[in-house]
């Protein structure tokens, strides 16, 4: 399993809302490990939901926190091998509604191709491709 870091999200952050954010590190912590899960980290989906729903729920940042939950979810997803079938009107529906269900996420999950660098999964780039992929549906206030 490949996680996403505070740094990951950070850069997450300042490519959608193009400004630094003020956060609260203990927060912005607790939210990036919302993609972990106790005992068998294998679940994809489950951990998934929890990742874009406590994300959000948490806000560690000033704003764009349901836009970075949403890029986060996609590139940690991304980075283990899936992707998700999902156009931008229902990356919007996801990013503004209250909760994305473990169900949703297997709905949408499809086989996908991991970028690499030196072997491992390169977050900064499937980052960059999912903010490409779906920038007509980010917008920086949202959530």
């Known amino acids: 399993m490949h996680y996403l870091t505070v740094q990951d999200m950070l850069a997450i952050?300042?490519?959608?809302?193009?400004?630094?954010?003020?956060?609260d590190y203990a927060t912005l912590e607790e939210a990036v490990f919302y993609q972990y899960a106790s005992g068998d980290s294998t679940d994809l989906a489950a951990q998934g939901a929890r990742f874009?729903?406590?994300?959000?729920?948490?806000?560690?940042?000033?704003?764009?926190?349901?836009?970075?939950?949403?890029?986060?979810?996609?590139?940690f997803l991304e980075a283990n091998g899936k992707t998700l079938d999902l156009t931008p009107d229902g990356a919007r529906?996801?990013?503004?509604?209250?909760?994305?269900s473990k169900e949703q996420?297997?709905?949408?999950?499809?086989?996908?191709?991991?970028?690499?660098?030196?072997?491992?999964?390169?977050?900064?780039?499937?980052?960059?491709?999912?903010?490409e992929r779906y920038r007509s549906a980010l917008s920086p206030v949202a959530a």
Do not use: M
């Open 13 to 23: 952050s300042l490519e959608i809302t193009k400004e630094r954010q003020r956060f």
């Open 52 to 75: 874009i729903n406590g994300f959000k729920r948490l806000a560690p940042f000033a704003e764009g926190n349901g836009t970075c939950a949403f890029v986060g979810l996609v590139a």
């Open 93 to 100: 529906d996801w990013i503004a509604g209250d909760c994305v």
């Open 105 to 131: 996420i297997e709905g949408k999950l499809r086989d996908g191709h991991v970028h690499t660098k030196y072997g491992v999964p390169n977050l900064a780039e499937i980052a960059e491709s999912v903010i």
